[in-house]
């Protein structure tokens, strides 16, 4: 199949497309500001946020306590859906409980194109993002992390 013929096949395809890159703009945004908090705190920069982003969106704090997280855009035939994996470790002996999820994309009632979060909650760009990048406040207890 032709990737234009798979492109008119699923649905919310320009829209979800769109989302995510919104959604691309806003985490580099947030571990920017995250960042930039750290190091007005003293927190050494090979100890910060690090964001790679591509097809997929990666970031990961290194060091201990470490996290990552790694979101990806994938086309469904029934439409566009963000897949999340969220993970990390204390230390070397104890991991962090992994976080697997997806968020549709969809239209909520006011036609506004929205991530599903849960049981029905509906995200913004932003608010996927924040709820992503809030996953490195167990990296930096001390520090108040910037959302918005």
């Given at each position: 199949?032709?990737?234009a013929a798979a492109q008119a096949t699923v649905p919310l395809y320009q829209e979800g497309t769109r989302f995510w890159q919104e959604l691309t703009d806003e985490c580099r945004a947030h571990?920017?500001?995250?960042?930039?908090?750290?190091?007005?705190?003293?927190?050494?920069?090979e100890n910060?946020?690090?964001?790679?982003?591509?097809?997929?969106?990666?970031?990961r704090k290194p060091g201990y306590p470490s996290t990552e997280v790694k979101a990806a855009l994938g086309?469904?035939?029934?439409?566009?859906?963000?897949?999340c994996h969220i993970s990390g470790a204390r230390d070397c002996d104890h991991r962090f409980l992994t976080h697997e999820f997806e968020m549709p994309i969809a239209r909520d009632l006011?036609?506004?194109?929205?991530?599903?979060?849960?049981?029905?909650?509906?995200?913004?760009?932003?608010?996927?993002a924040c709820y992503l990048t809030q996953s490195f406040r167990r990296?930096?207890?001390?520090?108040?992390?910037?959302?918005?």
């Open positions: 199949m032709s990737a571990v920017e500001a995250i960042n930039l908090v750290a190091t007005s705190k003293g927190i050494s920069p910060l946020v690090q964001l790679l982003s591509g097809l997929d969106l990666f970031m086309l469904f035939s029934w439409g566009p859906v963000i897949q006011d036609g506004k194109v929205v991530a599903i979060f849960d049981e029905g909650l509906s995200f913004s760009p932003r608010e996927v990296c930096f207890p001390s520090v108040t992390l910037p959302c918005g």
